[in-house]
């Protein structure tokens, strides 16, 4: 019996608000191996009895990730439905499949630059919004006729937003329109409201914040970044059973007034004065109680509806809600709520209170070494949320426009006596499916995969950020890089990923140079700060996220659409490491290199690798990876191009920085994990730099001194070079510094410094000590490509032909897993004892695999499946390999 689930339009189950024919994904499922499609049929209609299908066809092959229906060109504000169905050869036979339960998409404005009528309108004071950071309300009225058989919202904001519809809130989105390069980019939702509407007089709202638009943001800590305006624009389209339609736009007829939100930052936190309420505000049948004079016309804001994008997948919601562990009094006498987990989002509180009673909390990650609140990591960013009450009573409220990282909330003021009851907090990231489990004997291990996965849930909020706590909150472009690969083996980050380079392509400069923070907030900004005047852009390591993320995203999904997006920019990019070599190396500013490692001078964030040799390490491997990408795309000239720029930047690096005996001139770690893992090591050399890297480890006690370029590869470098007894033993490593020592101490996220909080209880200073930086998180890739060994055959993409090496090591008894990919799901366990090792794993359907167990394995017993020296081929379905060794 087959089954096709799991429908995707460009990779989303429903995705609402998509400008373009997307590309089409399924799953397969069936009781017996081997199952390799070799047709599908795809229909797309309109209504879902698929009685007059729009699109028809037989599509030859096996291709299941990402198809095309070519043909197919759907129209504006259209829901689809599809359905597929296969036949596939099997362990059974040819089979056939059922059709699929339909799948659902709706589409957006086609070209909004032609097709958007509505006004951006504001209810800001044009004399005093440049200095406000309140929220303000506006709301219109519309007519809507019987007979109305669907509508759509399309809505933004310069600022944020939340959409309301007769007093409903339109949808579970935070922190619309999300964060882009505003300057060129800014996103619209669209929004299915039929249900919301009714015959007769309708209304619609909007609460408004200043959000990243126009809050204090940034390393300049400026305001006003984008506008200093904040603005609602609303575009619905309203489709009538006689096939007519009406549009209904945001314009000077509507009226504006201040929000509750009295204040709103990101930075800062958000202040809420319930005397501002206007209870049904946004409901045409509640009578207008406001005070007169309260509601007042709105005045237009311009800003190019050329510049407007359809965002139909990937925003940000609540995700997680918990609950106060407990709440304490501090040494200091501070009281504080304690969340357990430290975590992006808000504090929702539930506070019994008069007129005039405040409640407020200030959120925080740590506690000092004498347990009291540790406020001074946040610097300048205040992270309070603040109620005022206006009438006696219970409510239960938190902030609409701002986030913070957090694990606990220090009580500042409370009507009455605040118990942990009266405390949850929620966390807020983009949407995304869980994509990867990990676990084993080891707690700590277990306990560093948790953290690992927390600093995704806690910096994956729109943008990916280097932290969620102090005032930064940026998009930093290396951050981002290093971390790319843990994050899709963790969730499924293809809609959040696409999204943010396409920010990255948007603010690459004109001679090719990729900003440091993506969107780029310090564009204006340039002298503002030390880095941004030294090197505003072309920093080596955070640069390359413009080549390394699409060629990660692509290897992870299998779309190669994300490489023909980029492939500009990337050449860009590459071109522009070129145009800045000096004897074929590139030199350009300052470069921040080994950024924060542990080798560096006291008080340093500079590692002791120099920064020419990072360099050069990072643009032979962006340039590589062009080479890989160009031969994907099928650019032959490309191809021989980039292959050449590689060699020289090889060749280069083999010149300058090995000497000629083969060593290293840098005595870093970091040197030499790079040497090995970017292949800049000529073989003959190759054992002597594993010899000298293990010797650098050794001088350390076993310890890593790495930092941002090194860390990520330190375990994978020695692994691959027959070193992995040495691998297991660093990553394995509790005492300071490591990644172990850090969740001993009760780490709940991965820490920006290894001595972020040192043995001794002092803190590294609280100038810049995030408690929740998923940079040195990125040894997770390792967790499950090595010690559970899900990888991928050479020269493939999207898991379609999986290499399964299993590595047991590190004294674990078992490891166990699973990685979600586009084809389905890979899940993997191994266990050994004294004599042997059972491996279990299975291979999704339409995928295939090869087993490679451990060197010097003997297999006992499989369940059918026939090896050659220690190799097995497989199809999809699930097997049991039991080998000694
Ligand atoms: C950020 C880092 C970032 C670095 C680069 C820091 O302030 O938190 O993670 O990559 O600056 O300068």
């Given at each position: 019996?087959?089954?096709?689930?799991?429908?995707?339009?460009?990779?989303?189950?429903?995705?609402?608000?998509?400008?373009?024919?997307?590309?089409f994904?399924?799953?397969?499922?069936g009781?017996?191996?081997?199952?390799r499609?070799?047709?599908?049929?795809?229909?797309?209609?309109?209504?879902?009895?698929?009685a007059a299908?729009?699109f028809d066809?037989?599509?030859?092959g096996?291709?299941?990730?990402?198809?095309?229906?070519?043909?197919?060109?759907?129209?504006?504000?259209?829901?689809?439905?599809?359905?597929?169905?296969?036949?596939?050869?099997?362990?059974?036979?040819?089979?056939?499949?059922?059709?699929?339960a339909?799948?659902?998409?709706?589409?957006?404005?086609?070209?909004?630059?032609?097709?958007?009528?509505?006004?951006?309108?504001?209810?800001?004071d044009?004399?005093?919004?440049?200095?406000?950071?309140?929220?303000?309300?506006?709301?219109?009225?519309?007519?809507?006729?019987?007979?109305?058989?669907?509508?759509?919202?399309?809505?933004?904001?310069?600022?944020?937003?939340?959409?309301?519809?007769?007093?409903?809130?339109?949808?579970?989105?935070?922190?619309?329109?999300?964060?882009?390069?505003?300057?060129?980019?800014?996103?619209?939702?669209?929004?299915?409201?039929?249900?919301l509407?009714?015959?007769?007089t309708?209304?619609?709202?909007?609460?408004?914040?200043?959000?990243?638009y126009?809050?204090?943001?940034?390393?300049?800590?400026?305001?006003?970044?984008?506008?200093?305006?904040?603005?609602?624009?609303?575009?619905?389209?309203?489709?009538?059973?006689?096939?007519t339609t009406?549009?209904?736009?945001?314009?000077?007829?509507?009226?504006?007034?201040?929000?509750?939100?009295?204040?709103?930052?990101?930075y800062?936190?958000?202040?809420y004065?319930?005397?501002?309420?206007l209870?049904?505000?946004?409901?045409?049948?509640?009578?207008?109680?406001?005070?007169?004079?309260?509601?007042?016309?709105?005045?237009t804001?311009?800003?190019?509806?050329?510049?407007?994008?359809?965002q139909a997948?990937?925003?940000?919601?609540?995700?997680?809600?918990?609950?106060?562990?407990?709440?304490?009094?501090?040494?200091?006498?501070?009281t504080?709520?304690?969340?357990?987990?430290n975590?992006?989002?808000?504090?929702?509180?539930t506070?019994?209170?008069?007129?005039?009673?405040?409640?407020?909390?200030?959120?925080?990650?740590?506690?000092?070494?004498?347990?009291?609140?540790?406020?001074?990591?946040?610097r300048k960013?205040?992270?309070?949320?603040?109620?005022?009450?206006?009438?006696?009573?219970?409510?239960?409220?938190?902030?609409q426009f701002?986030?913070?990282?957090f694990r606990?909330?220090?009580?500042?003021?409370w009507?009455?006596?605040?118990?942990?009851?009266?405390?949850?907090?929620?966390?807020?990231?983009?949407?995304m499916?869980?994509?990867?489990?990990?676990?084993?004997?080891?707690?700590?291990?277990?306990?560093?995969?948790?953290?690992?996965?927390?600093?995704?849930?806690?910096?994956?909020?729109?943008?990916p950020?280097?932290?969620?706590?102090?005032?930064?909150?940026?998009?930093?472009?290396?951050?981002?890089?290093?971390?790319?690969?843990?994050?899709?083996?963790?969730?499924?980050?293809?809609?959040?990923?696409?999204?943010?380079?396409?920010?990255?392509v948007?603010?690459q400069?004109?001679?090719?140079?990729?900003?440091?923070?993506?969107p780029?907030?310090?564009?204006?900004?340039?002298?503002?700060?030390?880095?941004?005047?030294?090197?505003?852009?072309?920093?080596?390591?955070?640069?390359?996220?413009?080549?390394?993320?699409?060629?990660?995203?692509?290897k992870?999904?299998?779309?190669?659409?994300?490489?023909?997006?980029?492939?500009?920019?990337?050449?860009?990019?590459?071109?522009?490491?070129?145009a800045?070599?000096?004897?074929d190396?590139?030199?350009?500013?300052?470069?921040?290199g080994?950024?924060?490692?542990?080798?560096?001078?006291?008080?340093?964030?500079?590692?002791?690798?120099?920064?020419?040799?990072?360099?050069?390490?990072?643009?032979?491997?962006?340039?590589?990876?062009?080479?890989?990408?160009?031969?994907?795309l099928?650019?032959?000239?490309?191809?021989?191009?980039?292959t050449?720029?590689y060699k020289?930047?090889?060749?280069?690096?083999?010149?300058?920085?090995?000497?000629?005996?083969?060593?290293?001139?840098a005595q870093?770690?970091?040197?030499?994990?790079?040497?090995?893992?970017?292949?800049?090591?000529?073989?003959k050399?190759?054992?002597?730099?594993?010899?000298?890297?293990?010797?650098?480890?050794?001088?350390?006690?076993?310890?890593?001194?790495?930092?941002?370029?090194?860390?990520?590869?330190?375990?994978?470098?020695?692994?691959?070079?027959?070193?992995?007894?040495?691998a297991?033993?660093?990553?394995?490593?509790?005492?300071?510094?490591?990644?172990?020592?850090?969740?001993?101490q009760?780490?709940?996220?991965?820490?920006?410094?290894?001595?972020?909080?040192r043995?001794?209880?002092?803190?590294?200073?609280?100038?810049?000590?995030?408690?929740?930086h998923y940079?040195?998180?990125a040894?997770?890739?390792?967790?499950?490509?090595?010690?559970l060994?899900?990888?991928?055959?050479?020269?493939?993409?999207?898991?379609?032909?999986a290499?399964?090496a299993?590595?047991?090591?590190?004294?674990?008894?078992?490891?166990?897993?699973?990685?979600?990919?586009p084809?389905?799901?890979?899940?993997?366990r191994?266990?050994?004892?004294?004599?042997?090792?059972?491996?279990?794993f299975?291979?999704?359907?339409?995928?295939?695999?090869?087993?490679?167990?451990e060197?010097?394995?003997?297999?006992?017993?499989?369940d059918?499946?026939?090896?050659?020296?220690?190799?097995?081929?497989?199809?999809?379905?699930?097997?049991i390999v039991q080998?000694?060794?």
């Amino acid at each position: 019996m087959l089954n096709v689930t799991k429908l995707t339009f460009d990779h989303e189950t429903a995705p609402v608000g998509l400008d373009h024919a997307p590309v089409f994904g399924w799953q397969l499922t069936g009781d017996c191996r081997d199952i390799r499609q070799t047709m599908a049929q795809l229909q797309i209609a309109t209504t879902p009895d698929f009685a007059a299908p729009v699109f028809d066809e037989v599509l030859p092959g096996k291709n299941s990730i990402a198809v095309q229906a070519i043909g197919f060109a759907p129209r504006a504000l259209t829901r689809y439905y599809a359905r597929v169905r296969i036949k596939a050869d099997t362990s059974a036979g040819p089979q056939a499949s059922d059709w699929s339960a339909p799948g659902s998409f709706v589409t957006a404005l086609p070209v909004p630059g032609r097709e958007w009528r509505a006004e951006f309108i504001s209810a800001e004071d044009a004399d005093t919004c440049r200095k406000s950071s309140a929220g303000t309300m506006v709301r219109g009225d519309f007519a809507v006729r019987p007979g109305i058989r669907a509508a759509y919202a399309c809505t933004t904001a310069l600022g944020l937003y939340n959409f309301y519809l007769n007093g409903t809130k339109v949808s579970t989105d935070e922190m619309t329109p999300g964060w882009t390069s505003y300057n060129r980019r800014l996103l619209y939702q669209t929004y299915d409201v039929t249900a919301l509407l009714h015959p007769g007089t309708n209304r619609a709202g909007a609460m408004l914040g200043a959000g990243w638009y126009k809050g204090v943001m940034g390393l300049t800590r400026a305001r006003n970044n984008y506008g200093d305006r904040t603005a609602f624009s609303m575009q619905l389209t309203l489709q009538y059973d006689d096939g007519t339609t009406e549009i209904v736009t945001t314009d000077a007829s509507w009226q504006g007034t201040i929000a509750p939100v009295t204040f709103s930052e990101i930075y800062h936190g958000e202040e809420y004065d319930a005397a501002l309420e206007l209870p049904g505000w946004a409901d045409a049948a509640t009578p207008n109680a406001a005070p007169a004079g309260r509601w007042h016309g709105v005045e237009t804001v311009t800003y190019p509806a050329a510049q407007l994008y359809a965002q139909a997948a990937g925003k940000v919601s609540v995700r997680n809600r918990l609950p106060a562990q407990r709440i304490f009094t501090t040494p200091a006498g501070e009281t504080v709520v304690d969340f357990g987990q430290n975590m992006a989002g808000r504090v929702e509180i539930t506070a019994t209170g008069g007129p005039g009673d405040v409640a407020e909390l200030r959120c925080f990650e740590e506690l000092d070494a004498d347990g009291n609140a540790y406020l001074a990591n946040l610097r300048k960013a205040r992270t309070i949320m603040r109620y005022k009450f206006a009438q006696p009573g219970t409510v239960t409220w938190h902030p609409q426009f701002t986030y913070m990282g957090f694990r606990y909330a220090l009580v500042v003021q409370w009507p009455g006596t605040p118990r942990a009851e009266n405390f949850t907090a929620y966390t807020l990231h983009t949407a995304m499916e869980p994509a990867g489990q990990f676990q084993c004997s080891e707690p700590l291990v277990n306990g560093l995969h948790h953290n690992i996965t927390w600093g995704l849930k806690s910096n994956f909020l729109d943008v990916p950020t280097d932290c969620p706590q102090r005032d930064e909150r940026l998009g930093w472009t290396g951050d981002a890089q290093i971390f790319s690969e843990t994050a899709c083996w963790l969730a499924d980050t293809w809609t959040f990923y696409t999204k943010w380079l396409t920010d990255l392509v948007a603010d690459q400069l004109p001679d090719g140079g990729v900003t440091n923070v993506v969107p780029n907030i310090e564009e204006h900004h340039t002298e503002g700060n030390w880095l941004m005047r030294t090197s505003p852009y072309g920093m080596s390591g955070w640069a390359d996220a413009a080549t390394i993320i699409p060629w990660v995203v692509y290897k992870m999904y299998g779309d190669a659409s994300i490489l023909r997006n980029q492939y500009a920019s990337m050449c860009r990019w590459v071109d522009f490491m070129t145009a800045h070599t000096r004897g074929d190396l590139f030199t350009f500013m300052t470069q921040l290199g080994d950024w924060v490692a542990l080798d560096a001078e006291p008080g340093s964030f500079f590692g002791a690798t120099p920064t020419a040799l990072t360099s050069q390490a990072y643009y032979a491997l962006s340039a590589r990876i062009l080479a890989l990408t160009a031969s994907v795309l099928g650019k032959a000239a490309d191809t021989e191009k980039y292959t050449a720029v590689y060699k020289n930047a090889k060749d280069a690096f083999i010149k300058n920085f090995f000497d000629a005996e083969g060593t290293l001139t840098a005595q870093t770690q970091t040197a030499h994990i790079l040497a090995l893992r970017f292949d800049l090591t000529p073989e003959k050399w190759r054992a002597k730099t594993v010899q000298r890297l293990l010797q650098l480890l050794d001088e350390r006690g076993g310890h890593l001194v790495t930092g941002f370029l090194g860390t990520p590869y330190f375990c994978a470098a020695l692994s691959e070079n027959d070193c992995l007894k040495q691998a297991y033993d660093l990553l394995l490593k509790k005492d300071f510094p490591g990644w172990l020592y850090q969740v001993a101490q009760g780490a709940t996220t991965v820490w920006e410094h290894w001595d972020g909080r040192r043995p001794d209880g002092t803190m590294w200073s609280a100038g810049m000590n995030s408690f929740n930086h998923y940079a040195y998180g990125a040894v997770g890739a390792w967790l499950y490509s090595t010690v559970l060994g899900l990888g991928q055959q050479a020269g493939t993409a999207g898991f379609a032909a999986a290499r399964l090496a299993p590595r047991p090591g590190g004294g674990l008894n078992w490891a166990e897993g699973w990685h979600e990919t586009p084809l389905g799901r890979y899940a993997l366990r191994w266990e050994k004892d004294a004599v042997k090792t059972n491996v279990t794993f299975s291979v999704p359907a339409n995928a295939e695999a090869e087993l490679v167990l451990e060197p010097g394995a003997q297999v006992i017993a499989t369940d059918g499946i026939a090896f050659t020296n220690g190799t097995a081929r497989v199809g999809s379905g699930t097997y049991i390999v039991q080998y000694t060794k």
